[in-house]
């Protein structure tokens, strides 16, 4: 079954409790909040409070920077999630890209190899203490020393990971060990440290899943694949919405409107763009942003009418 997540972040009380209520209700399956420590809100803390006017969201970063973020304190924030929302939490990873997030906690960003390796370290030493293991790592990227998550406990009895990536070695790593691997399809981050070139063309993708598909080898259930849209126009002429962000890609329109990281056109050529990219590359979940959340929520109706129908 198609869904869709929405990111977020809060802008004031009021509009951030509204927005969890109004995503519930218009059928998003979950409500993700980004993780730039010293540029947006901690994602914990506001999502803790979403938490408590809904009833059916997940919840989670997307995704937290494995670099700057501390395994034992992670753990910590992502179980009591956990409990204060009853058993909805998700767990978000990536390997970190921007420079300012780690001098600000007195590290410099490693290059991609090293950022991959701390990614992966930090992984599997969260998934150890939510599982109740003891974890004591000593390697140039990762130290711990006989952590324990003793309490909180978390609701379910497996957090669902996503790692979001476009790294090669990650992408095999995700297949092999996430629950969902969130692809978005980015390049090389350019000098602001938040932008990044893009790798949105048919070849790229197909290469990212191929990478996915490799590391899920020998996998009963292999992880769930899902985009970052980075823009939703609902159109009735969608070549002239894309042009400007085909512009700016350096992609050609009829490139931009065939990758999963935007959707554009009317609700009817969206439902079909979701349900091509499902046949083309087998991606079932989409996280947009919260200027999304109106465009799209008949399209949500529909997709659910549609599943229902099946099941029917």
């Given at each position: 079954m198609t869904t869709f997540s929405l990111q977020a972040s809060p802008t004031d009380a009021a509009d951030w409790l509204d927005l969890a209520r109004r995503a519930e209700a218009a059928g998003f399956?979950?409500?993700?909040?980004?993780?730039?420590?010293?540029?947006?809100?901690s994602p914990f803390v506001t999502l803790a409070a979403a938490a408590a006017v809904t009833s059916r969201l997940g919840l989670g970063s997307y995704v937290s920077n494995a670099g700057v973020r501390e395994p034992a304190l992670l753990a910590a924030d992502v179980a009591t999630l956990d409990l204060v929302s009853g058993g909805r939490a998700r767990l978000g990873?990536?390997?970190?890209?921007?420079?300012?997030?780690?001098?600000?906690v007195g590290r410099e960003r490693p290059d991609v190899a090293?950022?991959?390796?701390?990614?992966?370290?930090?992984?599997?030493?969260?998934?150890?203490?939510?599982?109740?293991?003891?974890?004591?790592?000593?390697?140039?990227?990762?130290?711990?020393?006989?952590?324990r998550l003793d309490r909180p406990r978390p609701v379910q009895a497996r957090i669902p990971l996503t790692i979001g990536t476009a790294n090669s070695r990650l992408l095999r790593w995700a297949g092999a060990h996430a629950d969902v691997v969130g692809l978005a399809g980015l390049g090389r981050t350019l000098p602001d440290g938040y932008a990044h070139e893009v790798r949105w063309r048919e070849a790229d993708t197909e290469a990212q899943?191929?990478?996915?598909?490799?590391?899920?080898?020998?996998r009963a259930t292999p992880p769930v694949l899902e985009a970052l849209?980075?823009?939703?126009?609902?159109?009735?002429?969608?070549?002239?919405a894309a042009a400007s962000t085909a512009r700016d890609t350096g992609l050609t329109v009829e490139e931009l409107l065939a990758t999963p990281y935007v959707l554009i056109g009317t609700e009817d050529e969206i439902v079909a763009a979701v349900a091509a990219h499902e046949r083309r590359w087998g991606i079932t979940r989409f996280v947009v942003r919260r200027d999304a959340l109106d465009p799209l929520t008949p399209v949500l109706g529909r997709l659910a009418a549609d599943a229902q129908a099946s099941r029917s």
């Open positions: 399956d979950a409500l993700f909040a980004a993780d730039h420590p010293g540029a947006v809100a990873l990536g390997a970190g890209h921007t420079p300012a997030e780690w001098r600000a090293g950022r991959v390796r701390r990614c992966v370290a930090v992984a599997e030493a969260v998934r150890a203490l939510l599982d109740g293991e003891e974890v004591t790592v000593d390697t140039p990227d990762l130290v711990m020393r006989g952590a899943v191929a990478q996915v598909a490799a590391g899920a080898a020998g849209v980075q823009q939703v126009v609902v159109t009735d002429d969608a070549e002239a």
